[in-house]
């Protein structure tokens, strides 16, 4: 049996299609490429009790990823990402199922590693020696990182307003890190500039197919982790939207599979109000979407004004009877500190935004107090200590601690 | 079959014997409570194979565990740590087998998850309302969060000089949080005293037993993960000394069941130079140490003057052939930095404090090139962001990315 079963590449947009074994950018028609796999072949060959023998952790799944052998992944000791029951916020919410997915247990600290440990893998598999990305922080500190793993030269491209622990990863790393007065659009530019001019491999969202793939995987764990089947709701931070593109494109494949029923997750894709295109598309029933002005939130890492793979976000949201939200960055601060103190998980803004979401939802009447919602916290809250406000008085040798 | 064969307490240092159904401190001559378990009734009736299909993670060792029911777990999510090839790292240092057992992978990204999770859970089983502790950071913030599961108060003081990022851990927690303009001894002669005056539970380290239990499961997992056996050499960044305690608990727990052989691996306490008790007590043979006189390193986490278990941890290097290394803050940031550029994995300066130590020990001949040798990162690089020295240069729009 082969370790890949991947096939080809085809347009998301145009469906041509392209070989799988060698690098490739976007497609001639300027859309992303989807990896596809000979999934007739895998059912055949495969039965899903085969995967209770293997180690926790995505590369489990690895008839369903592109990278060739065992020797060709890249990895920093990947697990199985926890599906923790929270049934004090449920209350708060009036949800009676609710659970989190939490990514922050990855290494390097964010789901980002996913994307990462497959994109890496899969770009010194086909030859790539220097890889260049923009990011909003998290993409960047993990790419570099899995990239020092793996021998290869990395150029960082962020925004100076980006969040700094991300830079630290970076430059201890080894990568060349570059800051930029502007958004991720304006690093974009840059990196665009040097893949042309220098020769770097262009590993930004989307504009190279196996980051997705890596993505993909949450939806697999998830679905593993509820006994192959799926949850009623998913609600998931968006800003490029690999994560729910992943989520829904893991869907497909396991119904082609028989993995899991027909049944679809309504998916919902979380953004800030500050920058918030997605949602302004999805309640025009757009296909595609228009660049944000001047966007701002507290949540970085969804600070997108213009996703490249806007439609295919959109097509997710359509498909499965989804919406999109925005919320207020004050609400995303909220959400975050009642999650800690009733749950005890300190998580990232963007993974907040997804509770505020459901606030909203449920109290549109959009959620059910029935259904099983599950949302993803994309990040560690501590890559983000300065979203916490700390009150702590200072004590002296001879003082007393208060009576509380 | 019980969920757990705790049987009773016995003191570390008299040997006096305490019920286990209640709550504890320290035994009346001063000195750390163990637990201790029906090891000959568990052999009888359970087989190694028999952890096959639990999941992933320190609760598979329930048995081993204080905790009487699955009830009273408090879980955050904690998946087994992966242990992870240096291959890079190893050339370096000439080491032939060199891995890191990564333990930032825990919820909180520290190993004080484990002492947490399973500290908070038997204090809630056994009564505990309110909780306090003194704290260099990170034990304070894993207690913390897992207290907000728990639903627990928690009283935590930390020294001012503390890096910053547990604090807002701390805080978002709803801990009652204060600082303290000292060492860790100050905060924790506040905490006595608000044990004695306000009702407090006093969780410091080794001043009730359940903490260390958790520790032990380090030993536990990596066993395992070797296939029931040991390495030669384990190397442990050491402040309090829990981790190393129960690494040496777990030993010799695993020897009585016949989990493992006789075979024990060397101890390696890994000391700052800026704060070595241990390493000057190893040096002089000593049974105990003397308080460290202005102790500082950038490795905040060890900065531990004079530690309450420190005749355990002396105990666990003697009988075990090992030894006590101290290395300068220096070294520390050099191997933090090698290791992120070979390895990819962005450690804490404690965890970095090894390979430095590792270093020292393999030019010194104590380490052989073949000896196969196991270094605990105990926590995240980007708690300490500030270890890193960030040089990125800034761009414009029309600026370019210069030649590299």
Redesign the interface.
């Known amino acids: 049996m082969p370790f890949s079963y991947l096939d080809h590449l085809e347009c998301s947009r145009c469906a041509k299609v392209y070989d799988a074994d060698s690098l490739h950018g976007l497609c001639a028609c300027g859309s992303p490429l989807l990896a596809r796999y000979d999934l007739e072949r895998l059912t055949g060959s495969f039965k899903l009790e085969q995967l209770a023998s293997r180690e926790?952790g995505l590369w489990r799944y690895h008839e369903l990823l592109p990278v060739s052998s065992p020797e060709g992944v890249v990895?920093?000791?990947?697990?199985?990402?926890?599906?923790?029951p929270l049934p004090?916020m449920g209350q708060h919410l009036d949800l009676r199922s609710l659970h989190m997915k939490?990514e922050g247990?990855?290494?390097?600290?964010t789901f980002k590693a996913r994307g990462a440990t497959v994109g890496v893998s899969r770009a010194r598999q086909l030859g790539a020696e220097r890889l260049a990305m923009p990011t909003n922080g998290n993409a960047g500190a993990a790419w570099a990182?899995?990239?020092?793993?793996?021998?290869l030269?990395m150029?960082i491209?962020m925004p100076?307003a980006a969040p700094?622990?991300p830079?630290?990863?970076?430059?201890?790393?080894?990568a060349?890190?570059?800051?930029?007065?502007?958004l991720i659009g304006?690093a974009g530019?840059?990196?665009a500039?040097?893949v042309a001019?220098?020769g770097y491999t262009d590993i930004s969202t989307l504009k190279e197919p196996y980051r997705l793939e890596g993505k993909k995987t949450m939806g697999l764990e998830l679905f593993e982790q509820l006994g192959w089947r799926v949850p009623d709701v998913i609600l998931y931070p968006t800003g490029g939207g690999v994560g729910l593109i992943g989520i829904f494109k893991a869907l497909q494949e396991c119904q082609q599979l028989g993995w899991i029923g027909p049944k679809l997750p309504r998916l919902v894709a979380v953004q800030a109000t500050g920058c918030a295109p997605i949602v302004k598309a999805w309640e025009a029933r757009a296909e595609t979407s228009e660049a944000w002005k001047d966007a701002s939130t507290i949540a970085f890492g969804i600070t997108v004004p213009k996703a490249l793979g806007d439609f295919l976000i959109l097509r997710a949201l359509y498909a499965t009877g989804g919406c999109a939200v925005a919320v207020a960055d004050s609400e995303i601060l909220e959400a975050?500190?009642r999650l800690?103190?009733?749950?005890?998980?300190?998580i990232c803004p963007e993974g907040a935004a997804c509770f505020a979401a459901a606030a909203q939802l449920r109290q549109s009447g959009w959620l059910n107090p029935t259904d099983e919602v599950v949302v993803f916290n994309t990040g560690?809250?501590?890559?983000y200590?300065d979203?916490?406000?700390?009150?702590?008085?200072?004590?002296?040798?001879g003082?007393?601690?208060p009576?509380?």
């Open positions: 926790s990895s920093l000791g990947e697990r199985i990402t926890p599906l923790l004090r939490d247990l990855l290494p390097t600290g990182l899995y990239a020092a793993k793996a021998g030269e150029l491209v100076l700094p622990i830079r630290a990863e970076c430059a201890i790393s080894g060349r890190l570059f800051l930029v007065d502007g304006d530019a840059l990196v500039q040097a001019e220098q975050q500190a800690a103190s009733l749950e005890g998980s300190f560690l809250g501590v890559l200590p979203t916490v406000t700390v009150q702590a008085p200072v004590l002296r040798q003082d007393a601690i009576a509380s």
